[in-house]
Nanobody, 128 residues
Framework: QVQVVESGGGLVQAGGSLRLSCTAS????????MGWFRQAPGMEREGVSS????????YYADSVKGRFTISRDNSKNMVYLQMDSLKPEDTAMYYC?????????????????????WGQGTQVTVSS
């Protein structure tokens, strides 16, 4: 049984930082690309960042480029999202997801329908 679990969300002031963590079990972690998505109330879930199963390539939404950094540690089955210079518009539920390795990843790194397993989410709230 595959489980994906996020942690590290919280309340932070604008300009501050948070580090989200995600662990996945029940799968061969280094066979899976990992992604972070977010969903604000009344909005669709959007891709934030993703990382190749080897860690060799990373992708970011334009809205977070230069502020967020994704990384992974395959020896620990962990993926991280370092979020700096946070803005109130970053407020959302953040979800971690796993995507089985496939040849189209580089072309669709932030397409949520390509991801196979999802966590329950961790809330990030940025106050102004």
């Amino acid at each position: 049984q595959v489980q994906v679990v996020e942690s590290g969300g919280g309340l932070v002031q604008a300009g501050g930082s948070l580090r989200l963590s995600c662990t996945a079990s029940g799968l061969r972690f280094d066979d899976y690309a990992m992604g972070w998505f977010r969903q604000a109330p009344g909005m669709e879930r959007e891709g934030v960042s993703s990382i190749h199963w080897s860690g060799s390539s990373t992708y970011y939404a334009d809205s977070v480029k230069g502020r967020f950094t994704i990384s992974r540690d395959n020896s620990k089955n962990m993926v991280y999202l370092q979020m700096d210079s946070l803005k109130p518009e970053d407020t959302a539920m953040y979800y971690c997801a796993a995507r089985r390795g496939d040849g189209s990843f580089a072309y669709t790194p932030l397409r949520r329908d390509y991801y196979n397993y999802w966590g329950q989410g961790t809330q990030v709230t940025v106050s102004s």
